[in-house]
């Protein structure tokens, strides 16, 4: 095995290492830590709307399920069955991304259904096909968005491949990060391409 393949395989041994010690306990639940509101506001991005609405994000069936996935070096995609989400996935993916577009832009952003009596300027659909620990040690969010105005200017779609190193040991709490890290990236590329 050359030595490049060793450092590949090292930080999914490390996750695999603590799936293994999982399988001896109870389930553990993880949130996604907040990203501090310096990192969210770093770089305010002014967009062309003062209303948002968040449609829930389109997950792929495993990354729907609470089980956190990972994939092995073979392709293959395992869920840790103790290893597991706090929130339902798409619920919690929904309100990430509704609270950084918020912090990012400084509009008012929420999620579907709209709360409000007057109807958001701009409507956001987001559909992932990937979302899991990668066996490099990264965490990959891809898939496409989908920009649709309520009146006017005409809608817009882009692909999106945000790839994030997952820290520390690799274990379930740097995945958790991680995957906030993706999500916050997102949301810059949408506003920063997509509602500007």
Request: proline share 7%.
């Amino acid at each position: 095995m050359t030595p490049r393949a060793l450092v590949l395989r090292a930080p999914l041994l490390s996750i695999l290492a603590a799936l293994a010690l999982s399988g001896c306990s109870a389930e553990k639940l993880y949130t996604v830590p907040n990203p501090t509101p310096a990192q969210a506001t770093a770089n305010r991005i002014a967009i062309a709307y003062g209303t948002v609405e968040v449609q829930d994000v389109s997950l792929p069936d495993y990354a729907s399920s609470q089980s956190i996935a990972m994939r092995g070096p073979d392709g293959s995609v395992t869920a840790a069955k103790k290893l597991l989400w706090a929130d339902l996935p798409t619920r919690a993916v929904t309100l990430e991304l509704s609270r950084y577009l918020r912090q990012i832009t400084g509009a008012e952003v929420a999620p579907s259904p709209w709360p409000f009596l007057d109807r958001a300027q701009v409507r956001v659909d987001v559909r992932v096909e990937q979302m899991l620990a990668e066996a490099d040690g990264t965490f990959r969010l891809s898939g496409q968005y989908f920009i649709a105005p309520e009146t006017g200017a005409r809608g817009r779609s882009a692909l999106f491949d945000v790839v994030v190193p997952i820290g520390g040991d690799g274990d379930a709490t740097a995945i958790a990060a991680a995957r906030g890290q993706a999500m916050l990236q997102l949301a810059e590329k949408m506003a920063r391409d997509g509602l500007r």
